[in-house]
């Protein structure tokens, strides 16, 4: 790999999608040994050149030979670029680079939904702005998707059940309907941080249950399997909200609309 010397990659410490992208960069030999630099230790030298509040929301590169910056897409397109031209150059191309500046904001803008930080945020920490477009292109994305997997899921489960993705889309839905009304007075301003942590959740379960798709076993499996997903939904629901510093309440909301969901799924799919 062609090294990027002098420049320096300001991340989000705070974000492990970041801080792996970024010592990858490093190990690759994309940037020198000191080529990045963390959020939250971030020195005066390059403090004073970038814009600190767009490098909350857009990874900042610091080029020292120019003294100028550039951010988000742009600081990667250069470490890739001086490695890969060719690939930098097309990705750049309008239609792929619009469609590549829209996925790096939607994941910037909802990482710590993503993969949250137990660590209390301070107004030094690499913390992006909230964005509404944002937050409810990736509550839709989640609810897209699972909706999808759960309704081929529901196939493997012996419970008459036929693939229907609006009645599992009615679900998902259902849950942020259910959890927003009912929690909302509870949450105030962690609303949106609480529903894009709670859609992880969601999206966690449902990569869980893709390998089970490819399988071909008895019905029985499939419940014991789904338990244990669920179960694993359950756990991480608990240790985001301890993260969000929220009580059980969110968690027992959660679990309840699931538990009325399933039955309500199954009375009305039993043939007499």
């Not at 759960?150 to 309907?177: H, P």
């Not at 609480?194 to 390998?211: A, D, F, Q």
Request: charged letters at 20%; a positive charge; aromatic letters at 14%.
């Amino acid at each position: 790999m062609k090294t990027l010397k002098n420049q320096t990659l300001i991340y989000d410490n705070e974000c492990p999608m970041c801080n792996f992208y970024s010592k990858g960069f490093i190990k690759c030999g994309m940037l020198d040994e000191d080529g990045r630099e963390a959020f939250t230790e971030i020195s005066m030298r390059n403090k004073i050149l970038i814009d600190f509040n767009r490098a909350k929301n857009e990874i900042a590169l610091v080029d020292h030979n120019k003294n100028e910056v550039v951010y988000g897409l742009d600081s990667l397109l250069v470490i890739i670029g001086n490695s890969f031209p060719l690939l930098a150059k097309i990705a750049r191309k309008g239609p792929l680079y619009w469609f590549f500046q829209k996925l790096y904001s939607f994941v910037s803008y909802n990482r710590k939904q993503i993969i949250p930080s137990s660590k209390d945020y301070t107004e030094q920490s690499c913390v992006p702005d909230f964005n509404l477009k944002y937050r409810i292109a990736y509550i839709s994305f989640v609810v897209i998707f699972s909706a999808y997997i759960l309704s081929e899921f529901s196939l493997k489960l012996d419970f008459n059940l036929e693939r229907n993705f609006s009645r599992e889309f009615a679900v998902c839905l259902g849950q942020i309907a259910w959890q927003s009304l009912f929690l909302k007075s509870y949450l105030k301003d962690k609303i949106w941080d609480y529903l894009g942590n709670m859609m992880t959740v969601s999206l966690i379960g449902t990569l869980l249950l893709i390998p089970a798709l490819m399988t071909d076993f008895h019905p029985v499996f499939y419940l014991i399997y789904f338990g244990a997903v669920v179960l694993v939904m359950f756990l991480e629901h608990l240790r985001r909200c301890r993260i969000l510093k929220l009580n059980l309440l969110p968690t027992i909301s959660w679990i309840l609309f699931r538990i009325i969901a399933l039955m309500i799924i199954i009375l009305t799919n039993i043939k007499i």
